[in-house]
């Protein structure tokens, strides 16, 4: 196996080897120290490589090196592999958050250009970088090397090989660009490099990525070991049927398209969802006709916890968090379904979330429809049908308008510019408005959540 060298800013912890019984105290350090700088921790032997991303105290994502490249993998899969790896040994880097995303972008995209190339190619490719990419990542590896580029903005902002960088400030922008290519020269005089170009810098979290309480009793591992939540429907506090949430988020209402189906016109077509975020569980009403109740009170968007009951018409919805490693078939899993209940598979769609490549001071929008949430990094961030805009709607039949969030200090204010679909802020049409936290956003059937 060519093990990939990671870049980094100082080794956190040297290669040593895997101890089981010293691991959840070593991985709740690696937390701790992350809300303060981005831990990776490598764990690999002569034909494996796992990699751990952690972030602001939160196991972020995972991924395990296989015949053409890394494979993303679940934060459990990860650790239940690691018992059943063989004399693996462990080693963890702390890295700036430019580093840390770039690494992602590697990671999990795919390149929009991949050549085994020469120094005046890649001249050529930089300029080309420069000149036509706002955002981008161009990489370049051989056996034992790994070298990294980042643009922003169309301007060379770091470059990486193992603990060296060039980065402004230390520099500047001629020197990043000129050691990158200086580096490849002075390395491909036995090899030729491949070369990367990625301009996709939109990032994923492992699907069961979720902060771990302080005062969770158990190990680290017993926590993303466990089981994930459980749903039982009952009625008269009588259980009717349990599900299990599998996916990114499971949908509750009247159509036969939802997760969970409940036949009955008390409840609305699209009745509810819960999502699964890096914060937890979030419960969020869908506009529905009667509403929807958590522990007896009304509401449009709540965390969940444990032992909360969502009411839905007539219906009660317990949500339940199993504990433990080990797995207890529930008698409700037995029960009989009655006719006005129907379970369509939990559908496994990515959850996408915009990774920003600097320090996370700035505001942000949540796309609703596919859960992705957008850094509003840039002066101006242009939302509109046009493929080249900053945020493009998608859709053959997506509104033929253009919409505007210029930065002004610390405001954000939302302008329509142009086109004859109306624009919406909390259900009131405006052509302009200085955006306000959880301000909904509508542009026609696409919906929009401002985050500071």
């Known amino acids: 196996m060519s093990r990939l060298q990671i870049p980094y800013n100082k080794v956190y912890l040297k290669p040593t080897d895997f101890n089981p019984e ?7 350090r690696f937390i701790d120290t992350s809300l303060v700088e981005p831990i990776v921790m490598e764990v690999f032997n002569d034909h494996t490589q796992y990699l751990l991303f952690i972030r602001e105290g939160q196991l972020y994502w995972a991924g395990v090196s296989g015949p053409e490249g890394f494979e993303g993998i679940s934060i459990k899969k990860f650790l239940g592999s690691l018992k059943k790896t063989q004399f693996p040994q462990i ?7 430019i580093l840390f995303h770039s690494l992602l972008v590697f990671l999990q995209k795919k390149p929009e250009l991949k050549i085994s190339s020469t120094l005046v190619d890649l001249d050529d490719l930089l300029d080309k970088t420069r000149d036509e990419y706002k955002n981008a990542l161009i990489t370049a590896t051989q056996p034992g090397n790994f070298i990294m580029i980042r643009y922003k903005n169309s301007r060379p902002v770091a470059c990486f ?6 980065q ?10 000129e050691d990158f290519l200086v580096k490849i020269y002075t390395l491909s005089t036995r090899r030729p490099f491949e070369i990367s170009l990625f301009i996709d810098m939109v990032v994923t979290h492992s699907e069961d990525a979720r902060p771990i309480a302080a005062d969770y009793p158990g190990t680290v591992s017993s926590f993303f070991l466990s089981q994930p939540p459980k749903l039982v429907v009952k009625l008269k506090d009588r259980p009717l049927k349990s599900y299990t949430f599998s996916g990114s988020e499971l949908t509750i209402g009247r159509l036969a398209d939802n997760h969970i189906v409940i036949d009955n016109l008390s409840v609305s077509r699209k009745h509810a969802v819960i999502t699964s975020t890096r914060k937890g569980y979030e419960l969020r009403d869908l506009e529905s006709k009667n509403g929807t109740f958590l522990n007896g009170e009304k509401t449009d968007n709540a965390e969940l916890k444990d032992g909360d009951t969502i009411t839905i018409g007539k219906y009660q919805i317990v949500f339940q968090i199993p504990s433990g490693e080990e797995y207890m078939v529930s008698d409700l899993d037995q029960t009989v379904i009655i006719p006005h209940f129907r379970q369509t598979p939990v559908k496994k769609e990515e959850f996408r979330i915009e990774f920003p490549p600097e320090i996370d001071d700035v505001a942000k929008l949540f796309q609703v429809s596919n859960n992705r949430e957008i850094a509003l990094t840039n002066n101006t961030t242009v939302i509109g049908k046009k493929k080249s805009s900053d945020i493009p709607l998608p859709g053959l039949f997506a509104p033929n308008v253009k919409v ?3 930065r002004q200090g610390d405001d954000y204010i939302l302008k329509k510019v142009s086109g004859h679909r109306e624009v919406s802020i909390n259900g ?15 542009i026609g059937p696409h919906e929009f959540i401002f985050k500071r």
Do not use: Q, W
């Open 91 to 97: 080693v963890a880097y702390s890295m700036n958050l």
């Open 404 to 406: 505007e969030i210029n």
């Open 161 to 166: 090989h193992g603990l060296d960088s060039t």
């Open 428 to 442: 009131e049409k405006l052509e302009e408005k200085v955006l306000e936290e959880e301000d909904l956003i509508a």
């Open 22 to 28: 010293e691991f959840d105290t070593l991985l709740r």
């Open 168 to 177: 402004p400030g230390k520099e500047g922008e001629d020197s990043i660009r």
